[in-house]
């Protein structure tokens, strides 16, 4: 059993030429919405890898709120704690795909920004009855720091993804961190070492475990996941694909990961590899939520 407390965005992918100048207009060459936000994003890989999974987060008071709580519906993950902030509107992203290929991000947190402490209180019983909380940096950090002093407390085993980055984190809330599991810009952003090679990954792995760290877990996109505890160090390497769109690949592997993994950490390489297939998945497919792929698929793909 799966809980994921985080943020849930309506996704605006507009696809343009290039950034517009200043006080240019342009058209864009396409405009589509889909379902994202990371904690949610997370909650779809976990319950399409096959957990049960449960959300607390927060939507605003707009026509974006019921899309994002049906999207969660229909991959049956409980929304009995998806409340509603009345002040302010649901959390969106404007993802602008130039034709070059990059991407720009712009987010309104919206309504994630008011997820509280009351909100998690109203949600105990669901984290008690869970294995893992697992949690992002897209809703308040004092809440997400309250949530996890609880469940560590209930022995409920705590997931931190620590995106997006920011350079320090909160003493209070490592220390309520079981596993800590950042992408490899983020993991630099937190170590000030960069992730280059095996040995800059032990290096980071080294600042982590000075922090307090237990287990880690950097994701290196195409490389694969590195991971280290106190018992020692591995690397699995990622599988071979054509990547048309990495949105959501960091998410399908966390929650992939969670429907896997045991609490004590025993199958770490196990789990990792599982995580690493469905999100090679993804990344072949296009948008957030619409290319996590369902156990069938996984299955189905490597025997
Ligand atoms: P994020 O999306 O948070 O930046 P990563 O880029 O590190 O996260 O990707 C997460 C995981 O997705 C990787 O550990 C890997 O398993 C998988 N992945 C990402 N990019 C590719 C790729 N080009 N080919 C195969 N797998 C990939």
């Known amino acids: 059993k799966v809980v994921v407390l985080g943020s849930l965005n309506m996704d605006s992918i507009l696809r343009i030429p290039r950034l517009p100048l200043g006080g240019e207009t342009m058209e864009m060459t396409d405009k589509s919405s889909a379902p994202g936000g990371k904690g949610a994003n997370q909650a779809v890989a976990a319950a399409r890898a096959g957990a049960q999974t449960s959300f607390i987060g927060k939507v605003g008071a707009d026509d974006a709120a019921e899309v994002l709580r049906d999207a969660l519906k229909s991959d049956n993950i409980s929304v009995e704690h998806v409340t509603t902030d009345e002040q302010r509107g649901s959390g969106q992203a404007f993802i602008l795909l130039q034709e070059s290929g990059q991407n720009s991000i712009l987010v309104y947190a919206g309504s994630n920004q008011s997820l509280s402490k009351a909100d998690v209180d109203a949600a105990k019983d669901v984290i008690k009855d869970a294995d893992f909380l697992i949690s992002q940096f897209e809703t308040p950090i004092e809440t997400t720091t309250y949530a996890f002093e609880y469940a560590q407390s209930v022995g409920v085993t705590t997931i931190l993804n620590p995106a997006p980055a920011?350079?320090?984190?909160?003493?209070?809330?490592?220390?309520?961190?079981?596993?800590?599991?950042?992408?490899?810009?983020?993991?630099?952003?937190?170590?000030?070492?960069?992730?280059?090679?095996?040995?800059?990954?032990?290096?980071?792995?080294?600042?982590?475990?000075?922090?307090?760290?237990?287990?880690?877990?950097?994701?290196?996109?195409?490389?694969?996941?590195?991971?280290?505890?106190?018992?020692?160090?591995?690397?699995?390497?990622?599988?071979?694909?054509?990547?048309?769109?990495?949105?959501?690949?960091?998410?399908?592997?966390?929650?992939?990961?969670?429907?896997?993994?045991?609490?004590?950490?025993?199958?770490?390489r196990e789990a990792i590899t599982f995580a690493n297939h469905a999100s090679s998945i993804t990344v072949q497919r296009l948008g957030a939520q619409p290319s996590i792929p369902t156990l069938d698929e996984i299955k189905a793909e490597y025997k």
Do not use: H, W
């Open 166 to 268: 920011i350079p320090t984190i909160p003493a209070d809330l490592l220390k309520v961190t079981d596993l800590i599991a950042p992408n490899e810009t983020e993991s630099a952003t937190i170590t000030g070492i960069e992730v280059t090679d095996a040995a800059s990954m032990l290096l980071n792995a080294a600042k982590f475990a000075q922090m307090g760290c237990k287990e880690l877990i950097i994701t290196v996109g195409a490389r694969g996941a590195f991971y280290a505890n106190q018992n020692g160090s591995g690397f699995v390497d990622a599988f071979k694909v054509k990547a048309v769109d990495t949105t959501a690949a960091g998410d399908t592997f966390l929650g992939a990961l969670s429907s896997q993994l045991k609490p004590d950490f025993s199958n770490m």
